[in-house]
């Protein structure tokens, strides 16, 4: 019985450290490609300004490649329920977000790129899954492995792209059997990525200060502020999609007009500093404590013209700018260090519209360092206590009520 | 409606705001005074050493108090399922852990605290929620709340026992509904415990290689070897138990034969180096990287020896001490530093025999610093995914299995 046992456990450990060093090497070789393109793109859109007046020819492409031979891809959620049921992201996928996410960040759309490394990993993983014949338990191991994977080798932050794949499908839920292969994949990939010139993304959190009465309690105030826009971004998405659909039928139109009105609030601004996925935005917030007032707001908007309109990446980094923007509006308000504010902005308000405290507090760690733990904390926990049942994924669930000790499992509002 | 919602959200945040904060408060105090009085125990044990030979007389004391006061009392184990089920920790817990865990450490008894910490803060959360009449889905979370603030006060690390709290019950699931009160009640607890100046338990590692290849693939057969050690340190806790309720039934008599085979095999070995927690073990293996090459064999035998023959304290202590004098000894015989292996080995035997990696993963952060955190994913996530379904305690629940990617829901083997 031991004997049957052991072989058990080590072959299973054998198969999967195989796998994950496979799904790791491809998807983060995939994703750093895909790093590289999008430094690429942005660098030329900043040298070439002119281009930002092409956004509506951008999308008119990529909503004509969706209509024409992605008609079946059903984007971030698509790979959420693959986790979970029988579902499929088709090999398709990959090359597709590739491509879009590259033409949205090209001409300054607001959007980031974290779901297209959660679809292009998927999509990937899915595909290896299929080829080596595993059943339809390990398929939803690999495809967790081919997301970890991508995030991570873009982002530089292996541990919260692990625990990112566990957490996200079903908030409450924590699909340890993906554990190891996760970590693993993720690991290889952040070094793969890192060994070919990917910069990690990390900023300096230039204030800490001592966890007190007072800066605790200035802190709660934050957090239940960023629980508020996180709400506010939700709905504001929600909101844009709704009066797109209901006047704007035609993909086309829709993406040309919704293109146009990105166009003219940019040019009302008159900054460039919305287009993109805002990394700027984040790392003066951060690293000077200082913000334009209503950045955030703009951010949400832009956002949702963009991404509702057919444009493609994804909304967790546009999250992480309103989040850092607004972190440091609030602290510069109450007197409390806003580079730390804003660092604990980001963690905050990604939890609030992720539904994934774990994964916040470590992609914290992973990007601001560990000295400033106790705001996190404090941050990210308040955050998703207050942020009630509103998320980005239509297909993620909420296992346990946020608010009594039972089980609910539902789905959240988008 | 939105109404209605709004103020749903802010009653729930402020009522577990400040309940948390008296929990935090009550329990870490409660914790503080337990702290201080192991410390004072065990620098008197020192002291004196002729105290040692009191270990039976103590035995008979815990073992008297226990059939006489405390009848019902079912330990970690119904801490547990109280977070579960419509159980109760009795108050009385209370004081009978406390004084039951200084007197074994006072006679130098292999054993830990974290056991009491838990037993101590459980018992004190539920009685306040029974006093305010809160109601059962209710009390689950305010016993998680006293669960972590005594754990944190106690240790140190808020955030290792805030999430310790929501995953040891059921492997697999969180419970978040309790992350922002185990949270708030941790830091009030960890800063009150400080401010009265316990010291967080923190021990430095003095030389962290660089991940590649060879570093990685030595950490990979360090934590396998980890996984391995407990397995055999669950069975032997199993082991003992059998054949002490099989030879010796009566309470009284299993205690002092107990105390008196602690006696023999420590007067054998010709140290009190394996006497209570073991901190001094581990502090020696992580930061120079010694230890005697059979080190964690002896703490495990004497270990199960102590707590099995009805001694009180706890496991996970002399776990951690287990996993870092068996990873000081894996890194000297691999080549690799033997202070990152050791604090490696503590966080992968403590993730084996709990089956809680996520805090096993902060727990080295807050004791060992966030240099090392790959090495500690690889450690953790492998020892988890090899260790089987062993486990300290027997009302916790593996909910998915190790090995496929279903559900299962099967309890622990201890």
């Known amino acids: 019985y031991y004997g049957q046992e052991i072989k058990r456990d080590v072959g299973n ?9 496979v799904v790791g090497c491809v998807t983060g070789a995939a994703s750093t490609l895909f790093s590289f393109a999008l430094k690429g793109v942005t660098a030329y859109r900043k040298a070439n300004e002119w281009i930002f007046l092409l956004l509506p020819v951008m999308g008119l492409i990529i909503v004509f490649l969706y209509e024409k031979i992605g008609k079946e891809d059903g984007g971030t959620n698509q790979v959420l329920s693959t986790v979970r049921s029988q579902d499929d992201v088709p090999l398709l996928s990959a090359p597709l977000i590739f491509i879009s996410t590259a033409l949205t960040h090209l001409a300054g759309g607001s959007a980031g790129r974290e779901g297209a490394a959660i679809q292009l990993g998927g999509s990937i993983a899915n595909q290896l899954g299929r080829w080596i014949h595993l059943d339809e338990e390990d398929r939803h191991v690999i495809v967790m492995c081919g997301m970890s994977a991508a995030f991570s080798a873009l982002f530089g932050t292996p541990m919260a792209a692990a625990v990112f794949a566990l957490e996200v499908v079903s908030v409450g839920v924590m699909y340890y059997t993906a554990l190891m292969p996760c970590m ?12 070919m010139g990917v910069t990690p993304e990390s900023f300096h959190v230039v204030d800490i200060p001592a966890l007190s009465l007072e800066t605790g309690l200035k802190m709660v105030i934050v957090a239940v502020g960023c629980a508020v826009v996180s709400i506010i971004f939700c709905m504001v998405l929600n909101a844009v999609a ?6 704007l039928k035609n993909p086309y139109i829709r993406v040309v007009v919704g293109a146009c009105l990105v166009i003219a609030v940019t040019l009302l601004l008159r900054t460039d500093e919305y287009m993109g996925s805002g990394a700027e935005l984040i790392a003066k917030a951060v690293e000077t404590g200082q913000t334009d007032t209503f950045a955030f707001l703009w951010k949400i908007i832009l956002t949702a013209l963009t991404m509702r309109a057919g ?7 546009p999250s992480f700018c309103v989040g850092a923007t607004f972190g440091c509006v609030m602290g510069n308000l109450l007197g409390l260090s ?22 916040s507090i470590l992609i914290a760690f992973e ?13 990210v926990s308040i955050s998703y206590a207050a942020s009630g049942y509103y998320g980005l994924y239509k297909n993620q669930t909420i296992v346990y009520s946020k608010y009594k000790a039972k089980y609910v499992n539902r789905h959240t509002r988008v």
Do not use: D
Not at 13 to 21: C, D, E, G, I
Not at 311 to 317: A, D, L, Q, T, Y
Not at 367 to 379: D, E, H, N
């Open 311 to 317: 444009f493609r990446g994804g909304e967790i980094v």
């Open 367 to 379: 990007m601001f360092g560990f000295r400033g733990v106790s705001f996190y904390l404090i941050a």
């Open 338 to 359: 806003p580079s730390i504010c804003a660092a604990c902005g980001m963690a905050a308000v990604f939890c609030g519209v992720t539904n994934c405290p774990i994964t």
């Open 184 to 195: 693993i994949a993720s690991l290889i990939a952040s070094q793969f990525a890192a060994g």
């Open 13 to 21: 450990l054998v198969k999967w450290l195989f796998l994950a060093v």
């Open 242 to 247: 709704g009066l797109y659909a209901k006047w």
